[in-house]
């Protein structure tokens, strides 16, 4: 009931277009749904997050759609650029709790 | 500017030997974390740590321990090194309050540990 499953394992796409993640949870007590973004030989760094009272939050290219009924939610990245080549982890989160997904690597080609 | 800090980038370690991570954050948080970082299985939660001299076990901390005797610092022990043990490990903060989920996690740049 822990597990946070994410799809796909990789992911490429070419420059300006769309790049789709998504993430299933069971876990209904998670309350916080956080994305991550890690570059090569750094840590991961928050990139956008959303709670289960909104379907949706979008900041600049990178948007979360959120639907609660169905334990799913998603990150898509609008003209993809080769800087956001990296690898983008899912979360559900409740308290200091946090599961993980197991990542998606994404490579946006020039 | 928040910063988490780990005393090693790469560590080459033996079999049987003793090993310390250590990690350093500079916001006061109360939280603090370690995780290893394998591919295809995420950040699995090794330990963490809510105040200075508590820690609580998280998904898998068999062959580890951790020390938290100040509040900015935060180590994680391998009493006997195993090959098994090879992995990236990073760590994490967070504040102030436990029962705020909505609190960020700031993550080290993590130490790839290889145990020969």
């Known amino acids: 009931q822990q597990q946070v499953k994410q799809s796909p394992q990789s992911l490429i796409v070419q420059k300006g277009g769309i790049s789709i993640i998504n993430c299933a949870y069971e876990?209904?007590?998670?309350?916080?749904f956080p994305w991550y973004q890690q570059f090569p030989g750094k840590g991961p760094a928050l990139l956008i997050a959303i709670r289960p009272d909104v379907s949706e939050k979008k900041e600049g290219r990178f948007t979360i759609s959120f639907n609660k009924s169905a334990k799913q939610f998603s990150l898509h990245i609008m003209d993809s650029q080769p800087g956001d080549s990296a690898t983008y982890f899912c979360?559900?989160?409740?308290?200091?709790?946090?599961?993980f997904g197991p990542g998606t690597r994404l490579s946006v080609l020039p | 500017d928040v910063k988490v800090t780990q005393s090693s980038r790469y560590l080459v370690k033996r079999t049987g030997e003793k090993v310390f991570l250590e990690c350093v954050q500079d916001?006061?948080?109360?939280?603090m974390f370690w995780y290893r970082q394998d591919p295809g299985l995420g950040l699995r939660l090794i330990y963490f740590?809510?105040?200075?001299?508590?820690?609580e076990k998280g998904d898998i901390p068999e062959g580890y321990s951790v020390s938290r005797e100040k509040k900015e610092r935060f180590s994680l022990i391998l009493e006997s090194a195993s090959t098994n043990q090879t992995s990236m490990y990073l760590c994490?903060?967070?504040?102030?309050?436990?029962?705020?989920?909505?609190?960020?996690?700031?993550f080290g740049p993590g130490t790839r540990l290889t145990v020969l």
């Open positions: 916001m006061d948080h109360e939280n």
């Open positions: 876990n209904t007590a998670f309350d916080y």
């Open positions: 740590s809510y105040d200075v001299k508590m820690k």
């Open positions: 979360a559900g989160n409740y308290g200091q709790n946090f599961v």
């Open positions: 994490a903060s967070s504040g102030p309050s436990p029962a705020v989920s909505t609190d960020t996690q700031y």
